[in-house]
């Protein structure tokens, strides 16, 4: 009988690969449910004897089982361009194993880490860990080794280890495909930081618009749990708000209290959650972790990359994009490569205006930025974060000015409320703006203040409104208690330096 393979990630599932699964059942074939390739615009794909044909649809499942379907066919799927150019280090196993099957996991090399781990000790662990340079992949950017480090010296009755699993950034996916594809190796990494640092109880808090990689998780926190023991592991689910992905405010949610962000210090390596010393960081980072201990990791893992940014980064691209997907790679690629000989250009086959990286704090990135590597200190220099690694295209039919407006009118929406610069500033950024867009006048639908600057708003010209804007921003960058109010002004910026046309502006009304 003839087995083909299928993945069940969320984004092959949603674009129909139960129904395909379904059709290879009814023929008498047996289906595998794997993990993901990444290459998700020919999901679902269907592999067999490494073959692979996508996207399929249930009507073209006859065609492939009797060898025929060419047109979708793209050969040996481990060769094809889009894999075959990857540094896969934490996808090592995408599209490789099922998901839940502790035979795959241990068959591909899974538990060498923490076997590891538990016989040098946990000295040499965070050495090791130092030594490879990992940094947080959530977006910060903090040195993983440096951050486990100060928890193990913390004094503290317990000490926790903390997956942060709220991936809420537009355009990223890779968690949820860590979580879905290869649960294991999350959970392989939690437990080597929690045997390095002495903690006894792990939590990874997840959003409840995962419903997949939620069940997933607590399958194979059920399965490993001998393994992994007497590290405890749950899962917690939170509702969904982008400031719950800010490490204190997570904290404060696992606590079951208002997900609204606690003034540092103290570092939640120091006073986390329930006050205990405790290690934050986000799927990608613990999921790294694995391989850096297994045998000689550390040493690669330190060798690849540029400069302080050491290692792979899965970078996500999505979007208006012909070939969206997950790809990893050393740090160093430039956005040029990623959106053209990567990703294919745009999906609407129209010239490329803009990338977003770093989530919807990021900056737009204008096709003149698109050789600056990728890497955090090349990004920085640049006005522009690499965050958590997604990038969206847009093509030449996008309207910045809107973007810019929906970047404070996002600020507004998730703002804790807890710091002036982001909960007050974002309301009137956003008219701000919209009275750059009525030509500096008042916008008739806008609340203003005019005693702020004492000058009525009606009589400021539309370079003064420019510069309010520049003010503004400036004053969220450096006044707000985290990222979510200080990032904001990335994308208005960028959006108003590179593309003032857009806001009715000229060059020359635009401060570089
Ligand atoms: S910047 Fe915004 S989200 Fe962050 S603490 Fe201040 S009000 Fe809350």
């Known amino acids: 009988m003839s087995t083909v393979r299928i993945s069940d990630d969320a984004v092959a599932r949603a674009c129909g690969a139960d129904r395909v699964s379904d059709a290879f059942a009814k023929l008498g074939w047996t289906v595998e449910r794997v993990s993901s390739w ?19 649809t249930p009507d073209r499942v006859a065609e492939i089982a009797e060898g025929g379907a060419d047109d979708l066919c793209i050969g040996p799927v481990a060769v094809h361009p889009f894999i075959a150019s990857q540094q896969r280090l934490t996808f090592a196993r995408a599209g490789k194993t099922r998901p839940l ?8 090399g899974g ?4 076997d590891r781990a538990r016989a040098i000790g946990s000295e040499q662990v965070l050495a090791e860990m130092a030594q490879s340079g990992l940094r947080g992949r959530g977006g910060a950017g903090f040195p993983a080794g440096i951050k486990w480090q100060t928890v193990a010296k913390a004094p503290g009755d317990r000490k926790y280890v903390v997956c942060n699993a709220d991936e809420g950034d537009s355009g990223t996916f890779a968690d949820r495909m860590v979580m879905e594809g290869d649960p294991f190796a999350l959970i392989e990494g939690m437990a080597i930081c929690a045997h390095a640092v002495g903690a006894g109880q792990g939590y990874v808090y997840l959003r409840s618009e995962y419903p997949d990689a939620i069940a997933k998780m607590n399958a194979a926190i059920d399965l490993a749990a001998e393994r992994i023991a007497p590290f405890r592991m749950e899962v917690r689910v939170g509702a969904g708000a982008y400031v719950c992905g800010e ?17 540092k210090p103290p570092l939640p390596a120091i006073a986390g959650l329930f006050g205990q010393p405790t290690v934050v960081n986000n799927v990608l980072t613990l999921a790294a972790v694995p391989h850096i201990l297994a045998e000689g990791g550390a040493a690669h893992y330190d060798a690849l990359g540029l400069g302080r940014s050491k290692g792979t980064m899965p970078i996500q691209i999505a979007g208006n994009v012909r070939h969206g997907g997950l790809y990893e790679t050393a740090f160093g690629v430039t956005l040029r490569e990623l959106v053209y000989d990567i990703g294919g250009g745009t999906a609407s086959g129209r010239p490329v205006k803009a990338v977003q990286v770093g989530g919807p704090l990021g900056a737009y990135l204008h096709p003149d930025q698109f050789d600056i590597a990728f890497g955090y200190e090349e990004y920085a220099g640049a006005d522009a974060l690499i965050g ?13 000015a809107a973007m810019a407006r929906f970047a404070m009118e996002f600020c507004a929406a998730e703002s804790c409320g807890k710091c002036t610069p982001c909960r007050i500033g974002s309301v009137r950024g956003m008219e701000i703006i919209e009275r750059i867009l009525a030509g500096g006048r008042k916008a008739d639908a806008v609340e203003v203040l005019p005693q702020m600057h004492n000058v009525r708003d009606a009589d400021r010209s539309l370079e003064d409104q420019v510069a309010l804007l520049e003010d503004l921003c400036e004053t969220m960058k450096f006044g707000s208690l985290c990222a979510l109010g200080g990032f904001t002004p990335y994308p208005v910026l960028s959006a108003l330096r590179h593309w003032p046309e857009d806001f009715g502006l000229t060059k020359q009304a635009v401060p570089a």
């Open 247 to 263: 490490e204190t405010s997570l904290l404060n949610s696992l606590e079951g209290k208002r997900g609204e962000v606690r003034a």
């Open 388 to 400: 958590h690694g997604g990038i969206v295209v847009f093509d030449d039919s996008a309207d910045m």
């Open 38 to 56: 990444g290459m998700h615009w020919l999901e679902p794909l269907a592999e067999v004897n490494g073959v692979g044909w996508g996207p399929v």
């Open 111 to 114: 538990w060498a880490g923490l």
């Open 101 to 108: 099957s502790l035979d795959d996991y241990a068959n591909s």
